[in-house]
Structures are given as structure tokens and as C-alpha cells.
């Protein structure tokens, strides 16, 4: 009886403590202009915009896409916890650091995500 109470506490406080991650459902996806390798010197930025969303507690680098060989930088999903005007701000803010480029576009929103209509 006593191991089934210890478990019941255990999974009551267990459950009282999600991931940080679980934290975020908004997404930002950066497209990015050709040119970006993902090992290269133009794009040195996904551990550091990773750091930056976390220090601030705002979100997290979601992943990286890329294609080629050697692979260029595609596409960068960044998960927050935004709304739009705080995800123009924090694209506007980390290009004019360097940590992405000028020319990226970007789409925020949630999953399911919104495909452009061709």
C-alpha cells in the first residue's frame, strides 16, 4: 500500500512539471534565399537563436531544413510563444544581428500549417 501512495505522489508531481517545450504551439518558418550551407560561416545561427529564445523564455529552435550536397539552409522553424507582432519584431531583431539573413521571408502560425495556394 505504501509503494502505491509513493507512486501516486510521484506521478501527481510528475505530471505538475511539463517540458519546456510543451510551453509553445506558435511557429515561425524562415525561408531562406539559396546560398546558406547549414555547417557554413552564413548560417552560424541555430545554436545561438536557440539560445536566445530560451534565455528569454519565449520559444525554441524548432529545427533546420536543408537540401543539396553539401546541404543548404532551406527553411528554419523557430517554436514561440508570439503573437504577430512580437514574431515581426524577433525576425527583425535577429536579422539585423546576423543571425538571419535580410532577405528570409517568413510565415508564422500553428499546425496544421497553412500552405501558400499556387
Not at 59 to 84: I, K, M, R, S
Request: charge should be negative.
Amino acid at each position: 500500500m505504501l509503494l502505491g501512495v509513493v507512486l501516486g505522489i510521484w506521478k501527481w508531481l510528475a505530471r505538475e512539471k511539463p517540458r519546456y517545450e510543451a510551453a509553445f504551439a506558435e511557429c515561425i518558418w524562415v525561408t531562406f534565399p539559396p546560398g546558406y550551407a547549414v555547417d557554413g560561416d552564413r548560417f552560424g545561427g541555430g545554436k545561438r537563436i536557440d539560445e536566445i529564445l530560451r534565455e528569454r523564455k519565449v520559444g525554441f529552435l524548432g529545427g533546420v531544413a536543408g537540401v543539396g550536397d553539401p546541404p543548404e539552409v532551406v527553411e528554419v522553424e523557430l517554436t514561440v510563444d508570439l503573437d504577430q507582432l512580437e514574431a515581426r519584431a524577433l525576425i527583425e531583431e535577429l536579422q539585423e544581428i546576423g543571425l538571419l539573413p535580410k532577405e528570409a521571408t517568413y510565415q508564422a502560425g500553428r499546425y496544421p500549417r497553412p500552405w501558400p495556394e499556387e
